[in-house]
């Protein structure tokens, strides 16, 4: 069994000053559980694009982020599960949130991730074994005056 789940889709279209772009993620692990969408629409000078953020804070609690270019600070709420559920079925998030509910619904039960508080929200650092594995450059030699 995996002990990780990722979803990715992104979308991005340049047209003159006209630009779309779409993203929707979903990332589940033992640090938690995350669902992001962005929408953005820009025609010009006018520019609409809506972010929801659904992070998983407690083994049955999530926090909504809703942010739009009406809120400038977003909206959060708190939910447990069935919630969750509801708010994603709800008409309006219904078509966006399909990947989420599938997943949460069917496939989320095979994984058996189990959530932990205590992981650690950053990733290890990257350790170098040899000159050929290190970062590329190298240290700066002075050049000795010249007389």
Do not use: C, W
Not at 47 to 68: C, G, P, T
Not at 84 to 111: C, D, Q, S
């Amino acid at each position: 069994m995996n002990n990780e789940f990722k979803h990715l889709i992104e979308k991005k279209s340049l047209k003159g000053n006209d630009k779309d772009a779409y993203e929707e993620m979903l990332y589940h692990s033992k640090r938690g559980f995350v669902i992001k969408i962005f929408n953005q629409k820009r025609r010009g000078e006018k520019n609409e694009y809506s972010k929801i953020v659904i992070r998983q804070i407690d083994e049955d609690k999530f926090s909504i982020h809703m942010k739009d270019q009406k809120t400038t600070d977003g909206t959060t709420l708190e939910v447990n599960l069935s919630d969750l559920k509801k708010f994603l079925n709800k008409a309006e998030n219904k078509k966006r949130f399909t990947f989420a509910l599938n997943y949460i619904e069917k496939e989320m039960k095979g994984y058996n991730i189990k959530f932990d508080k205590n992981a650690s929200q950053q990733r290890p650092a990257k350790k170098f074994n040899n000159k050929k594995d290190g970062p590329k450059g190298g240290t700066k030699k002075k050049k000795g005056s010249r007389k």
